[in-house]
């Protein structure tokens, strides 16, 4: 979201909550599309890599297999030309075909669990996208959601029949072969979501990302039962794409635990941290890395790219045996001023949205990681609500309403 939508929802009483959470839902996919996809070097420079463009391609990917699952389009129409009845491709189609070019090799590349055995994919120009000697590629083992499962099995499928044609043909649907390569994987997209065990395949993740937004947002609510206004921080830890295989170590799991420790322990940072939570990821070229929100009372405090800059400071220094990055989201809290950055008050709608949004990018599971550790997502303890509540007093008991409302009428929950 750009910096004049941000006024504008501020400062128009007569925008609907859904324009407000249409805006604030697009800033938080550019964050996110920012933050994984970017590394960030100890110097603070940022470096693009290929996990920039995998997040675009999840989202074709996903989104296709659900056009071709409930009959929105099809990948090779007809149409009639001056010597008779042809065929070419839709746009559906073409966004298939550039997935298959595009894609799969970052796929054949960076994870083994998609690795097709015995076979390469070329690029554009015809060559082989291979893998070029000393690339810190990680090969950490992740499972796509259900759509993009079946639809990367499905352009698997069309790279593997069309094999004896150079990519650049593969736009030619007037070529049997290669018709019959897009029109057969329409069929088993369609065949294999509209299966019952593919439903309930979807149901389970989608019940497990509900589950979890609803446990992260029960911990934000607890937190403002106690603190009417919140700070709230948010920083993404790298390690470094030289050092993967220490990444999915003992070592670093422990190191990332002693980080976490200290956090719950108030080790990292001046003031109190009332709460945290943090999401591990993994990435092609960044390997594993970690988005972490944290939240401080916001009577006392109000700026807080200082308190960003120590946590990150502290895990490449202290925690990260040297081989650790990070990025303070902070700098770009007046470009996303809306989204989960800065002080939140329990009575401001438009900031709880985008407090609640961003929760729901944190426990969004495009890719979940099988790493044969603890959880994924991870946060603090929800604690005793007896006794007297700091910060500004209650006017009703009726205070934790618009967090509630937001919760209940947002298609997130």
Sequence with gaps: MDKHMGKNIVNCDTVSDEHIERAIEKGERQHAHIAKGMWHTTDGKAV????????????????????LTTGGGAMVVPFKSVRGMAHKLSALGNDVRLLCVNALPLVERAEQGFHMKGHSFRKADGTIAGLAEGEPYTFIHAIPNPHITVMIRACMQIAEKLSDFHPGEWADVNEPKIRNAFVQAARFVKRVCNSRRFRTVVLNHERSERKNLKSCWAYA?????????????????????????????????????????????????????????????????????????????????????????????????????????????????????????????????????????????????????????????????????????????????????????????????
Excluded at 52 to 63: G, P, S
Excluded at 372 to 381: A, F, H, T, Y
């Design 48 to 67: 693009v890599t290929e996990d920039l463009d995998w997040q675009m391609y999840l989202r074709v990917f996903e989104r296709a297999a659900k056009r």
């Design 221 to 413: 609510g607890s937190l403002f039962e106690k603190y009417s206004k919140l700070l709230v921080l948010r920083i993404d830890l790298y390690i470094h794409p030289d050092s993967h295989a220490w990444s999915e170590s003992d070592r670093a799991e422990w190191c990332v635990s002693q980080y976490l420790r200290a956090l719950r322990e108030n080790r990292l940072i001046e003031p109190d941290v009332k709460g945290w939570i943090v999401k591990r990821e993994g990435g092609f070229r960044r390997g594993i890395h970690f988005h972490l929100m944290v939240f401080l009372d916001g009577h006392k405090h109000q700026e807080g790219h200082v308190y960003s800059q120590q946590l990150g400071e502290a895990w490449t220094s202290r925690f990260s045996e040297g081989k650790g990055t990070f990025f303070n989201c902070w700098v770009l809290r007046k470009k996303y001023e809306h989204n989960a950055l800065g002080v939140v008050r329990i009575s401001d709608r438009v900031m709880l949205t985008g407090l609640l949004i961003a929760l729901a990018y944190m426990t969004k599971e495009d890719c979940a990681l099988e790493t044969g550790r603890s959880r994924n997502l991870r946060r603090g303890i929800i604690e005793s609500s007896d006794g007297p509540k700091p910060g500004a007093p209650r006017k009703t008991e009726n205070d934790l309403s618009v967090l509630k409302s937001v919760f209940s009428d947002s298609p997130f929950a």
